[in-house]
């Protein structure tokens, strides 16, 4: 018999290519903070101890718990729940919609120098670094708790992380009225609710001039504050700004906030709505 014939060997497969797949942000990991959370937690407290005080002394069985004496005591306890409730909303949802808003209001080139002025962990800052390309988006904040839940610069790089905008931003220990920059050195100047937490007029003024002081000749600023606006939008007319406007209350922001946005030369400003 003639021998078999040898089958051809197997011609090697080539290897797989592996693409390399980016992975989504991950929101998941996202905390940007309780505002004021002293004051969130006596509300809540507050509240729920009144109520349950109404709800103690309704007096005999079958008295109603709205009875004259109690009502304006129940409807104070409820209120202050409201408060606090508003409060966290605020702070969970509100201000990033706030937030988004604002920033999508700006033209971006994306080449921008950015300061978040009382950054906090991250919100303004982290929002404006994921509209940068070569830009560059620099918190600064003296970390205060009594202005925000666990407010410490390493949550600010947990957040970025998340986004996936680390690589954009750099975070600075500095107050807010004396900002450790030199002159004219960011095209973009932001602040969520910092302004507010400076007890005094003269304080506020300050970093006013401070914001100035550190912002390009066609630089912009947007800031969202709940008090205080119409004095910022005279202090920034004052100081030679060209265009400035003052939105509506944003009812998003409990309690409800303002957007002023100012622009030097003949930048444009953020329409405030």
């Given at each position: 018999?003639?021998?078999?014939?040898?089958?051809?060997?197997?011609?090697?497969?080539?290897?797989?290519?592996?693409?390399?797949?980016?992975?989504?942000?991950?929101l998941t990991r996202l905390d940007y903070g309780l505002d004021?959370?002293?004051?969130?937690?006596?509300?809540?407290?507050?509240?729920?101890?009144?109520?349950?005080l109404c709800f103690l002394m309704r007096g005999p069985a079958g008295a109603s718990f709205a009875s004259a004496p109690l009502t304006s005591l129940r409807w104070a306890g409820m209120l202050c729940l409201l408060q606090a409730g508003l409060m966290w909303w605020s702070s969970s949802s509100g201000k990033l919609q706030e937030r988004d808003l604002m920033l999508e209001s700006l033209e971006?080139?994306?080449?921008?120098?950015?300061?978040?002025?009382?950054?906090?962990?991250?919100?303004?800052?982290?929002?404006?670094?994921?509209?940068?390309t070569t830009g560059r988006a620099v918190g600064v904040d003296v970390w205060r708790s009594a202005d925000l839940s666990d407010n410490w610069s390493e949550a600010v790089w947990d957040n970025a992380r998340a986004e996936g905008v680390e690589d954009r931003i750099d975070v600075r220990d500095g107050d807010m009225r004396q900002?450790?920059?030199?002159?004219?050195?960011?095209?973009?100047?932001?602040?969520?609710?910092?302004?507010?937490?400076?007890?005094?007029?003269?304080?506020r003024r300050q970093a006013i001039d401070e914001i100035t002081r550190v912002l390009r000749p066609d630089g912009r600023v947007a800031l969202l504050e709940s008090s205080?606006?119409?004095?910022?939008?005279?202090a920034f007319r004052g100081a030679g700004f060209r265009k400035v406007e003052r939105s509506g209350y944003r009812l998003r922001i409990f309690p409800p906030a303002r957007v002023v946005v100012a622009a030097r030369g003949g930048a444009a400003p953020a329409n405030a709505g």
């Open positions: 018999m003639p021998p078999e014939a040898t089958p051809p060997a197997a011609e090697p497969a080539e290897p797989e290519t592996l693409v390399p797949v980016e992975m989504p942000p991950d004021s959370p002293s004051m969130v937690k006596t509300l809540a407290i507050l509240g729920g101890a009144v109520l349950l971006w080139r994306g080449d921008e120098q950015v300061l978040d002025v009382g950054c906090g962990r991250g919100l303004m800052m982290i929002g404006a670094a994921k509209r940068l900002l450790p920059f030199a002159d004219a050195s960011f095209d973009v100047v932001l602040s969520s609710l910092a302004l507010t937490s400076l007890s005094k007029d003269a304080d205080g606006t119409k004095r910022y939008e005279e």
